[in-house]
């Protein structure tokens, strides 16, 4: 069993709504795992077929390409000796502006606006929303709000992000995303650097073949040209993905696909296509370890959870 370890920020600015992994919690991961486990490129191992099936071996991996993996996590994974990948988002890169998640959160944690305009028919009611008069109401909104549209269409999910961004015009996004000077400063240290589609779209929600092969293909083209070659790992945003995305993901090139699932890796019954990875978070160091060690899923499912 492989133990995918999935990180996304690194940082040791707080904050409310995703807040990022402490890098004190960050190095104490590290120092563990590679103590624990025999932390190895996840893109060697899975061309080794020798090494996939030794046990005790473990990667690192960073999904979406913000500024703090390089700023804060690579000196701590060169410091322990590790490396890692980083599926990095290219219109993120290219534009500097984060995941359509991260504006979510920022933009109504920041707007001093009051009015929405959220009439959309295929919301549920309580979120057909004209006013959120103080920035609690907001903060509590979007929590709700974010995991409903991770289950809309891909078509509903961009009207609605379209609106909010009307909505909160005026607040200015964070510049926290790397360039390709900085990406290719990773790769030049050793790390793998994979796609992670164009702009952060899920996969799975989206029906029209031709954009889903775009996002796909025009992410790794991307990366080819500003790092030399085109990746072999495709890390599907958010976790969303179906038949038709692993499909479209072997067409355009790719060799193999990661999913989150909160699980270990089994070589002789995962799908290339469908690896899982266990994220995580800024959490307490007893919940972290459980983690891990895969304790806390099995906890879980014993109890019922």
């Known amino acids: 069993m492989i133990r995918n370890f999935l990180f996304h920020r690194v940082n040791p600015k707080r904050e409310l709504l995703w807040d990022p992994m402490d890098p004190v919690l960050f190095e104490k991961c590290i120092k563990y795992i590679s103590k624990k486990y025999r932390v190895v490129l996840l893109e060697e191992l899975l061309e080794d077929k020798n090494l996939s099936l030794q046990k005790n071996i ?76 103080t920035a609690e109401k907001r903060i509590s909104f979007v929590k709700k709000l974010k995991p409903v549209l991770k289950k809309l269409s891909h078509e509903n999910r961009e009207q609605v992000l379209a609106q909010v961004n009307l909505d909160c015009a005026d607040v200015d996004l964070p510049k926290v995303m790397m360039n390709w000077d900085q990406v290719r400063e990773l790769k030049q240290a050793g790390h793998y650097i994979g796609s992670h589609t164009v702009t952060h779209c899920m996969l799975g929600t989206m029906s029209n073949e031709y954009n889903i092969y775009e996002e796909l293909r025009n992410s790794g083209k991307a990366i080819e040209k500003n790092l030399g070659y085109f990746p072999k790992t495709i890390s599907y945003p958010v976790g969303s993905y179906n038949q038709q995305t692993i499909e479209q993901s ?30 995580l978070y800024n959490e307490n160091w007893l919940k972290t370890r459980l983690r891990i060690s895969h304790k806390l899923e099995q906890i879980k499912k014993a109890i019922g959870y």
Request: net charge negative; with cysteine; charged share 25%.
């Open 58 to 133: 473990a990667t690192i991996l960073f999904d979406d390409g913000y500024l703090d993996n390089l700023e804060y996590a690579a000196p701590i994974l060169k410091k322990h000796n590790c490396k890692a990948s980083f599926y990095v988002v290219t219109d993120c890169i290219e534009k500097n502006v984060p995941t359509w998640t991260h504006i979510l959160e920022h933009n109504f944690l920041y707007t001093r606006q009051t009015n929405f305009k959220l009439n959309f028919d295929f919301l549920p009611a309580e979120f057909k929303i004209e006013q959120l008069e």
């Open 250 to 279: 072997k067409k355009a090139g790719y060799y193999y696909g990661l999913a989150v699932k909160q699980d270990v890796y089994n070589p002789t019954r995962d799908s290339l296509f469908e690896i899982p990875r266990i994220e």
